[in-house]
């Protein structure tokens, strides 16, 4: 389905290619998960795969890239259009249109669809996302789950064969993290080719069927199964700063305090599994040894903020409500919360 053959790009002003003679084919069904660092290639990689790269985004490009036996340097943005959809992590800087309907209509426009067809295939690709209903609905009234599968349903109704999704649960909170990979899921079930570049890893691994890590130059330091990589890899991949499953870290701390998890666990269902069958010292001196004691902050510090009774609205809509919460001198604070809870607000407050 897709062919990369020596591909390096190098943008403009920059001494240094951003991708290095890159080599990888990827088949028809398959579900990859592309790794590494910041600023390794990985978004540019994907940019070349409808073709903004290069007919859109300046910069050189040597080597090939060809998608559904098209070379991606001779065939049109409009065409490529057709066979590979990106949903990128902020959705709002994909989006067009006001309205949910309008938005997805403005990539069948585009292409130039009938419009007898376009009803069709909006409805269609709304049931696909579970958005059933929302064709008036306001984007900018939706929640960041619900504006990633109005993404994805633009692109779905134009029947792209190749879905590449470029971190797409960055900006979602654990709730919105789990819609969207059950979504990419089901595109999975729907024998989509997928390109998934993601650090959230643990909740999405029974998807991948192979995994990519690029290095910082741009150039391919694995390619394999989960379990080849994360296993076979592992010292490379720490070295770089690639991050890995919680489940393979245990994994390997384990073997080196003398237990072996068997087969080699990349799902949080395998590494139940394998634990069940270890047998673990009763006293577990040798993981206690590895602890380290946690550190509350002292009740006699000093209070750095002290907020009380913050209420605070946007129009009639309450965001904060009786907040009230002392930070000591030196403490470290996290913020949690579900989308829209406030978090952002609060902390606006805090540096005001």
Request: with cysteine; hydrophobic share 40%.
């Amino acid at each position: 389905m897709i062919a990369i053959d020596q591909l390096t790009v190098k943008y403009v002003g920059r001494k240094q290619p951003t991708l290095q003679n890159v080599n990888l084919h990827l088949n028809a069904g398959e579900t990859v998960l592309l790794l590494g660092t910041s600023g390794c290639g990985k978004s540019t990689l994907a940019l070349t795969l409808n073709g903004l790269i290069p007919h859109a985004i300046g910069g050189h490009m040597e080597g090939t890239v060809t998608v559904d036996n098209l070379d991606t340097q001779q065939t049109t943005v409009a065409e490529l259009a057709r066979k590979v959809g990106i949903v990128f992590q902020d959705p709002e800087a994909q989006f067009v249109a006001l309205k949910v309907e309008d938005e997805i209509v403005f990539g069948l426009e585009n292409l130039r669809f009938p419009p007898e067809q376009m009803r069709e295939r909006v409805d269609q690709a709304l049931a696909q996302v579970a958005m059933d209903g929302y064709q008036q609905h306001r984007v900018e009234r939706l929640s960041g789950g619900q504006k990633q599968r109005i993404t994805l349903a633009a692109l779905l109704a134009m029947e792209p064969h190749i879905l590449v999704f470029d971190e797409p649960t960055a900006n979602l909170d654990p709730v919105g993290t789990q819609d969207v990979f059950a979504l990419i899921g089901e595109q999975k079930a729907h024998h989509h080719t997928i390109i998934l570049i993601e650090h959230k890893l643990d909740e999405l691994m029974h998807l991948i069927d192979r995994v990519v890590v690029l290095g910082e130059h741009g150039s391919i330091l694995a390619d394999g199964t989960p379990r080849t990589v994360f296993g076979d890899y592992a010292d490379t991949l720490k070295t770089h700063g690639i991050w890995m499953p919680q489940v393979c870290l245990l994994a390997h701390i384990l073997h080196a305090l003398g237990f072996v998890l068997e087969p080699f666990p990349v799902t949080l269902e395998e590494a139940e599994i394998a634990l069940r069958t270890i047998e673990v010292n009763s006293t577990l001196e040798q993981v206690n040894n590895s602890q380290e004691s946690i550190t509350t902050s002292s009740p006699e510090a000093t209070t750095a903020i002290d907020v009380h009774s913050l209420s605070f609205s946007y129009g009639q809509k309450r965001i904060l409500d009786d907040v009230s919460l002392a930070i000591p001198q030196g403490d470290f604070l996290a913020i949690v919360g579900a989308n829209g809870a406030g978090k952002t607000t609060l902390a606006q407050h805090l540096v005001h």
